[in-house]
């Protein structure tokens, strides 16, 4: 890799499992060279609703792909509160895309999902 800058150094950073990520900069000739160190992140507890909508946000690509959409309207006890939007919304397999597709990955996915309802 070329360096445009001889004062800056390039960083990767490396995930290592959850908790853990390696540090290494400075490239020579080329080859990354040592200065790595494992430093422990700090965890945070995401609730259910924020891993809700990192599932329904990779789910998004392809419900647009056939004109729709999905917004989180609420997650309470275990109940996943969904609203299906543009094509979605009036779709007759709308039931198909909510039971098959986004109930089974979110309760694939989410710990605690127990339901996914659609709301109009």
């Not at 290494?24 to 430093?39: E, H, M, Q």
């Not at 329904?56 to 997650?75: A, M, T, W």
Request: aromatic share 2%; hydrophobic share 35%.
């Amino acid at each position: 890799m070329e360096r445009e800058n001889p004062h800056k150094l390039p960083v990767r950073i490396e995930l290592i499992g959850k908790r853990n990520y390696n540090v290494t900069t400075g490239v020579t000739d080329n080859r990354w060279v040592t200065a790595r160190k494992s430093t422990q992140v700090v965890e945070r507890s995401i609730t259910m609703e924020e891993q809700v909508q990192e599932v329904l946000d990779k789910l998004r690509p392809f419900i647009q792909r056939d004109g729709g959409d999905v917004e989180l309207v609420e997650v309470e006890d275990g109940v996943v509160r969904v609203r299906l939007l543009g094509a979605c919304g009036s779709c007759p397999s709308s039931t198909i895309t909510l039971k098959a597709g986004i109930e089974r990955a979110l309760m694939e996915e989410v710990p605690g999902v127990t339901e996914v309802e659609q709301v109009l």
